[in-house]
């Protein structure tokens, strides 16, 4: 039986869901960009050292995150808006499922495992040497030496970019493989090599 107008106007219509997503994130985004950040960052975008050269400063990266997310949340917008809904919906669409749910405790679990190994990885595999023999330094020590610094960073970061792929896909690919790494290597030539003044996540917390 043909779907009468009402229905099918219905079932295009954009997804209030999807439309909110992106409207919060881009209100949170702009609220830090020209609330937040200017009332609590007392730095500013760059700064000169001692020595004269000019590096981040106090606001570099929250203004890189937090213009990054006003950009992909009014994408996300914009696709909302202009992309009718999938004819798959269904009525469920727009209520809160053990789906839904389902989906939220698999991300959370991946990501919180994926920060947890980038968290703790390297100052185990310290500990481990310390109570072998092998070294007499504690992490904080090494937190900006090679190879330490890059242990938990690069494994944590791995485990969790590629198992948020291989989830979302249901298959592993030599693709995504390829795509992980390359973005761990681009991010650490960005943020280690290239500046100098910053260190990748987490040693900056040891």
């Known amino acids: 039986m043909p779907k009468s107008e009402p229905d099918r106007r219905k079932r ?28 609590d960052i007392r730095g500013g975008f760059f700064h000169v050292n001692a020595i004269g050269r000019s590096e981040p400063g106090d606001a570099f990266f929250p203004v890189i995150l937090a213009s990054t997310l006003a950009l992909l949340s009014a994408v996300q917008l914009a ?24 989906f939220l405790v698999i991300f959370i679990a991946i990501t919180a495992t994926g920060l947890a ?20 330094a504690e992490y904080r020590h090494l937190s900006d030496t090679a190879p330490y610094k890059y242990i938990g960073y690069v494994v944590g970061g791995f485990l969790m970019t590629l198992g948020l792929i291989v989830w979302s896909e249901g298959r592993i690919r030599r693709g995504a493989i390829v795509t992980v790494v390359v973005v761990l290597a681009m991010a650490i030539t960005i943020f280690d090599l290239l500046l100098t003044n910053v260190l990748l996540p987490p040693n900056a917390e040891f």
């Open 117 to 136: 190994v980038m968290y703790w990885l390297g100052p185990l595999v310290v500990w481990l040497m310390r109570a072998w023999g092998l070294s007499d």
């Open 12 to 39: 295009t219509a954009p997804d209030p869901w999807d439309i909110g997503f992106g409207a919060v994130l881009l209100a949170g985004s702009l609220l830090a960009l020209f609330v937040w950040f200017p009332a």
């Open 79 to 102: 696709l909302a808006v202009l992309r009718p809904r999938p004819p798959a919906a269904d009525a469920a669409s727009g209520r809160l499922t053990a789906r839904n749910l389902r």
